[in-house]
C-alpha cells in the first residue's frame, strides 16, 4: 500500500528566509501525482503545487517550488521569502487511484 | 465563483447520539469527497462520489457511518451512533471531473466534531 512520510512535525523560519519541507512516499506505481497543500486555521486545504511523477522538471508557482526525486521517492517543498501568511500545516499527499496524505508539518514564521 | 459550503461548523454530540453533516460542492463539479481528519493526522478518504455513484467508500466504517449524494449535487455524510473516536474534523472537498487525480481538489471549512 502508497504510504505518505512527513519526517518533520513541526518547523519554524524566518521571515524573508528559505524553508524547505519534507516528504517520502512509498509506492511500486511509475505513474502519479504528488501534492502540496497548505492548511491555515480556518481548516481549508489549498492546492499550493502539483506534479506529475512521469516530468522529470520540477515544478514551480512563485514562491514554491519543489525538489522531486523519483528514485529515492522524494517530494520536497521550498518555501523562498517566507511570508506571514505562510505559517500553516502543510500537507504532502500521493495520488494514484486515490489522494493519501501525510501527517502535515506545521511551519511557524517568526517575524 | 463559490466554493465547498460545508455545515455546521462545529458540532458536539454524546457518543451513542447520531450526527449529519452536509457538504454543496462547487457547482458543476461532478466528483464529491468526504475526508475524515482527525488531530494531528492527514485527511483520511471516507467516500468519493462521481455524481451519485459511489466511486471508493473502503475506508468507511459502514457499521456506522453513511452518506448519500442526491441528484449528484449536495451530499450528507451521517454517523449512527458515534463513539469517541469519530471525534475528528469532516472535510467535504470537490473537482471538476473525472477520476483522475492530478485534479484539483477544492476543500470546503470542514465540521469539527466532538464526540463526549
Known amino acids: 500500500a502508497q504510504t505518505v512520510t512527513q519526517s518533520q512535525p513541526e518547523m519554524s523560519v524566518q521571515e524573508a528566509e528559505t524553508v524547505t519541507l519534507s516528504c517520502t512516499y512509498d509506492?511500486?506505481?511509475?505513474?502519479?501525482?504528488l501534492f502540496w497543500y497548505k492548511q491555515p486555521p480556518s481548516r481549508q486545504m489549498i492546492l499550493v503545487i502539483r506534479?506529475?511523477?512521469?516530468?522529470?522538471q520540477n515544478a514551480t508557482e512563485n514562491r514554491f517550488s519543489v525538489n522531486f526525486q523519483k528514485a529515492a521517492k522524494s517530494f520536497s517543498l521550498k518555501i523562498s521569502d517566507s511570508q506571514l501568511g505562510d505559517a500553516a500545516m502543510y500537507f504532502c499527499a500521493y495520488g494514484e487511484d486515490k489522494i493519501i496524505f501525510g501527517k502535515g508539518t506545521r511551519l511557524h514564521i517568526l517575524p | 465563483e463559490a466554493g465547498v459550503a460545508q455545515s455546521p461548523r462545529y458540532k458536539i454530540i454524546e457518543k451513542r447520539q447520531s450526527v449529519a453533516f452536509w457538504c454543496n460542492p462547487i457547482?458543476?463539479?461532478?466528483?464529491l469527497y468526504w475526508y475524515q481528519q482527525i488531530l494531528g493526522q492527514g485527511p483520511k478518504l471516507l467516500i468519493q462520489?462521481?455524481?451519485?455513484?459511489?466511486?471508493?467508500d473502503s475506508q468507511l466504517p459502514k457499521d456506522r457511518f453513511s452518506a448519500e449524494r442526491l441528484k449528484g449535487v449536495d451530499s450528507t455524510l451521517k454517523i449512527q451512533p458515534a463513539k469517541l473516536e469519530d471525534s475528528a474534523v469532516y472535510l467535504c472537498?470537490?473537482?471538476?471531473?473525472?477520476?483522475?487525480?492530478?485534479?484539483?481538489?477544492?476543500f470546503g471549512s470542514g465540521t469539527q466534531l466532538s464526540v463526549l
Open positions: 457547482s458543476g463539479h461532478a466528483t
Open positions: 472537498a470537490s473537482s471538476l471531473g473525472g477520476l483522475t487525480t492530478n485534479e484539483k481538489l477544492f
Open positions: 506534479q506529475e511523477a512521469y516530468k522529470q
Open positions: 462520489f462521481q455524481n451519485n455513484g459511489v466511486v471508493d
Open positions: 509506492t511500486s506505481e511509475s505513474d502519479y501525482y
